[in-house]
């Protein structure tokens, strides 16, 4: 009985220290990602949720349309979902000081926060998503990687007391 407990406890460390990076460890990769640059203009996008055991759940394609001005952006997402829902977020992204950056949208609770190093950006936030007719708010701990070709990839993982129940995997290309 002791040997499974201890086997428990290692296992909920190990999943509760998954998905501890710092964005810091990224302040020396390239190619750099300046969200100002990528996010202007016309991008497609491609992704998949999959639940906590990996599954996917969802897949999606996304028509994104960013403007700057200064230091404020507007960022438009239509989301086309395959079993035919639709939906759309207009983020408003403030870039601050010291490479950091605050995100408003009308189903974000509060802003979501920013940060960028390298080829990389991390941000934190929460939303209500509903499942099956219910509300839940859920954390989402959201991960970008600019990749060459201007190709960035997005990987989310959404939280519910501190438990990832699902991954969110978009990969995104600026068009001309």
């Not at 509760?16 to 100002?36: A, G, R, T």
């Not at 990528?38 to 497609?44: H, S, V």
């Not at 035919?84 to 509060?110: F, H, M, P, V």
């Amino acid at each position: 009985m002791q040997f499974k407990f201890l086997i428990l406890i290692n296992l909920l460390f190990t999943l509760l220290s998954c998905n501890n990076m710092n964005i810091s460890q990224y302040k020396n990769h390239s190619p750099q990602l300046k969200l100002e640059e990528f996010f202007n203009g016309k991008i497609n996008g491609w992704g998949i949720i999959q639940d906590w055991r990996g599954n996917i759940v969802k897949k999606f394609d996304v028509k994104m349309i960013g403007t700057w001005q200064g230091n404020i952006g507007t960022l438009t997402e239509d989301f086309s979902y395959y079993d035919g829902k639709k939906e759309q977020r207009i983020w408003k992204i403030t870039k601050l000081e010291n490479n950091t950056y605050q995100g408003e949208a009308a189903d974000i609770i509060n802003k979501a926060t920013g940060k960028i190093a390298g080829n990389a950006a991390s941000w934190k936030y929460q939303m209500d998503l509903t499942i099956d007719g219910r509300v839940f708010r859920i954390k989402f701990d959201d991960w970008m990687w600019q990749l060459n070709d201007g190709v960035v990839i997005n990987r989310s993982y959404l939280k519910k007391f501190g438990f990832t129940i699902a991954e969110l995997t978009l990969f995104m290309q600026k068009t001309k």
